[in-house]
């Protein structure tokens, strides 16, 4: 079902409302010193399963991205075909590639002007993939390339 | 380069005996009542940057396979392109979509018998796979699947 469809249906959890929590993630992360992508695991019905931020500068780990922190946070689940990955920022291959192996069923994101990555490739899926298109979202990660491009193209494999 | 043609040159790490130390991982993960996948990361050169295991069961954490436990292990890094990522089975897309993004100049897999991700994929971007098609490596996951059919699918996101 379109995530526009379930407006009335998630405990009031529009997609804007589902935003809200990623972004507060990826604003925590700022607040830490980290790079400001955040994250959310949504049941079918609306309920977090689990969110979180990206980590490499608070824990020196490569590995956890917005969307791997959320996915862990969430726990082990056994079917995720009706859950939700919500992203302040397009997911990139990792990210993607954890979308499609655990058929995630929809992605909410909440730009992808600063970074595109692989949402069009998960929509080739089947995937249902939303793009918000969010004012703040673009700003805050506008604002943090321009300071820091070398910590940027890190977390994104991006070498001298 | 070739895996091959650096036979000489890696520190006696010929692609078996880069194997070896991903299936010793892949061992020690059996060993803790865990999912035997296990991968480590070389340099060019021939020095181990990090390895690791699956520890789904182990620390109930979904988001570490066994790529992503050697690229974490390992730390952080600034430029992949010349690293070697050496697992005993074929990557998964999450783990493909690792690879992708962070430019690992080459996959060495164990076997893809029991299980084929994304390593034709991963080829057709330009990445050097190398398929040992190791008995060993095909006799675990055969047995391992064999006797937990639920938990292997639980790994893979096959729903019921």
């Not at 979180?52 to 079917?79: C, K, L, W, Y």
């Not at 993939?129 to 604002?143: F, G, I, P, S, Y």
């Amino acid at each position: 079902m379109p995530i526009e469809d379930h407006r009335r249906t998630r405990r009031g959890m529009t997609p804007e409302a589902m935003l809200e929590v990623a972004y507060a993630e990826a604003r925590k992360g700022l607040a830490e010193g980290g790079i400001p992508i955040g994250a959310a695991l949504f049941s079918a019905d609306g309920e977090l399963l689990g969110s979180g931020h990206n980590m490499r500068v608070q824990d020196d780990d490569p590995s956890i991205h917005a969307e791997t922190a959320a996915f862990r946070n969430a726990g082990r689940q056994r079917d995720y075909r009706s859950t939700i990955m919500v992203t302040t920022l397009s997911p990139c291959w990792y990210c993607s590639g954890l979308v499609r192996q655990f058929n995630i069923g929809a992605v909410l994101i909440g730009e992808s002007r600063t970074f595109a990555g692989g949402h069009d490739w998960l929509a080739e899926f089947g995937v249902d993939v939303t793009l918000l298109d969010d004012e703040r979202c673009v700003a805050m990660m506008t604002d943090f390339i321009a300071e820091n491009p070398e910590l940027w193209n890190e977390d994104i494999g991006v070498a001298e």
